[in-house]
């Protein structure tokens, strides 16, 4: 069964990781995948390729999340090519790890700018197209960080419990014109992202994880396909954990 036949996906930084693996999962539900990436025209292009040979419309665009203008002018891209917008997901995402001691403000402000901002630039860029649509559904990439907390990622953690604030306030906003809002928090997840941590302390980790194993891509982009399609019709608001019970 396809569940999202005929919607438009946004998905921002979608050239690897969860990003590119929940541009895969809806194009194979059906979707047209609009996407970003930061400044990987070679690995975008495959993707798009990839997306392509799957049988439905995507592009890739290069477009920086954290800068407002940008995103406004993406949406109007995307609009031109696709002329709806469905589903944004806001992927796009950076760590800068340290304990608070050693953090620059430097450090600080990039994880906040590229994680907090970007979830403001781009919601506030579909907003308008998404009420006159009167529907739409906006999913936002947290983390299980943004919600215990976790020494060395002051800034990561700050940025992502943002969003949950952020997911909350806008499903009361906008819920009466029938656009959602959700987040997503995925535990440990392994992509590049995560591969750059001490392979001890991840072996640790997944001793610690209910389900014994790291998470894949594809774990969390089930989930988002989920968010995405009529089967969440009546979610909106919530934080789905994707972390095999690590938070239980
Ligand atoms: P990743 O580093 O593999 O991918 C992040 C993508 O975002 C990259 O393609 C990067 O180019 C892009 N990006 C960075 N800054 C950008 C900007 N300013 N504008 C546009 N694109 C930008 O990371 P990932 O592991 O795939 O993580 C994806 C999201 O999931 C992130 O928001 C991350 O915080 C979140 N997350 C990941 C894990 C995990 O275990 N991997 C766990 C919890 C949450």
């Known amino acids: 069964m396809k569940l999202l036949a005929d919607k438009v996906v946004l998905i921002t930084g979608a050239s690897q990781g969860i990003g590119k693996g929940i541009a895969i999962r809806c194009a194979k539900h059906g979707a047209n995948i609009a996407f970003t990436h930061l400044s990987s025209p070679d ?7 990839e997306l392509i040979a799957i049988g439905v419309k995507a592009k890739g665009y290069q477009s920086d999340a954290s800068e ?3 995103s406004h002018k993406l949406v109007e891209d995307v609009m031109e090519d696709f002329g709806q ?8 995402g950076i760590t800068k790890d340290g304990l608070l001691m050693r953090m620059s403000e ?5 994880v906040l700018r590229v994680n907090l901002k970007s979830i403001f630039n781009m919601t506030k860029a579909v907003q308008r197209t998404m009420l006159k649509q009167r529907k739409g ?21 700050a940025s992502k419990a ?7 306030s806008i499903a009361k906003e906008l819920g009466s014109r029938n656009i959602r809002s959700n987040a997503i928090a995925p535990g440990f997840i392994a992509t590049k992202m995560t591969a ?12 610690e994880i209910p389900l014994k194993r790291a998470g894949t891509t594809e774990d969390v982009a089930d989930v988002c396909v989920f ?13 789905i954990h994707v972390c095999g019970g690590m938070l239980t």
């Open 137 to 157: 559904s906006i999913i936002n990439l947290s983390s299980v960080v943004g919600v215990n907390g976790n020494a060395g990622q002051s800034n990561y953690s």
């Open 85 to 92: 917008i469905d589903v944004l997901v806001n992927n796009a």
């Open 68 to 70: 407002f203008e940008s």
């Open 227 to 239: 968010l995405a399609s009529e089967m969440s019709a009546y979610v909106t608001g919530q934080t």
């Open 106 to 110: 430097q450090d600080w402000d990039d």
């Open 43 to 49: 690995k975008a292009k495959e993707v798009e390729n």
């Open 196 to 207: 750059k941590l001490d392979q001890d302390v991840v072996g640790n980790w997944v001793k």
């Open 162 to 168: 943002g969003m949950i604030g952020f997911t909350k």
